[in-house]
């Protein structure tokens, strides 16, 4: 129980720290924003472990990656990958081994729904090439829901033994 508690209380903050206030910028994780560069986004991490990889899809598109694994936060651990095009971040995707974090499907869904309302499914023409940002395929294999607020997209997805929320910052250029 303490670790879906905690789970939830990180999610939560993730979810939180995404303003829409004045300014039109997302902000994710530990002030990261998209379209700032990975130097940038580095400075804002606090774990200094950190590995850059060149990720070549199935589409049109390849990332430089950002990824950080076994992240703890509040005792639970996760896997950050940030996503760049042209050295802008493009996407945040957070994994969650089920096992390794405790936690299930419905309570991570049950608190991306308190904070942006009821999901609705993966909207494909919506998401463009930002399906490469959610699996290098193009394809979703587990179960997917989405949410839409402003120029974010989030998509949560049971892959196998893990749960994926990808933010993708639907402005982007590569998405079209």
Same mark, same amino acid.
């Given at each position: 129980m303490?670790k ?14 995404v303003?829409?206030a004045?300014s039109p ?16 986004v580095?400075? @804002?991490?606090?774990?200094?472990? /950190?590995? +850059? $990889?060149?990720?070549r899809?199935h589409?049109?598109v390849?990332f430089?990656?950002?990824?950080y694994e076994?992240i703890t936060?509040?005792g639970?651990p996760?896997?950050?990958k940030?996503l760049f095009v042209a ?5 945040l995707r957070i994994?969650?081994d089920?096992?390794d ?5 419905a309570a991570?869904k049950d ?6 309302g009821e999901?609705?499914e993966?909207?494909l023409s @919506?998401?463009?090439?930002?399906? /490469?940002? +959610? $699996? ?14 402003g ?7 049971l892959?196998?033994d893990d ?12 998405i079209r």
């Amino acid at each position: 129980m303490k670790k879906l508690f905690a789970i939830l209380t990180v999610l939560c903050l993730f979810c939180s720290a995404v303003a829409f206030a004045e300014s039109p910028a997302v902000t994710l994780r530990n002030g990261a924003a998209f379209g700032m560069n990975m130097n940038d986004v580095i400075a @804002t991490e606090t774990s200094s472990f /950190y590995e +850059v $990889d060149h990720e070549r899809t199935h589409g049109p598109v390849s990332f430089t990656e950002l990824e950080y694994e076994h992240i703890t936060e509040n005792g639970i651990p996760a896997d950050l990958k940030y996503l760049f095009v042209a050295d802008e971040l493009v996407a945040l995707r957070i994994s969650y081994d089920m096992e390794d974090a405790g936690v299930s499907y419905a309570a991570v869904k049950d608190q991306l729904v308190k904070e942006y309302g009821e999901s609705a499914e993966l909207d494909l023409s @919506t998401l463009g090439n930002g399906i /490469y940002a +959610v $699996d290098d395929d193009g394809r979703t294999e587990g179960r997917t829901e989405a949410w839409i607020n402003g120029n974010m997209m989030i998509v949560l997805e049971l892959d196998r033994d893990d749960i994926e929320v990808t933010f993708v910052n639907l402005d982007a250029g590569f998405i079209r």
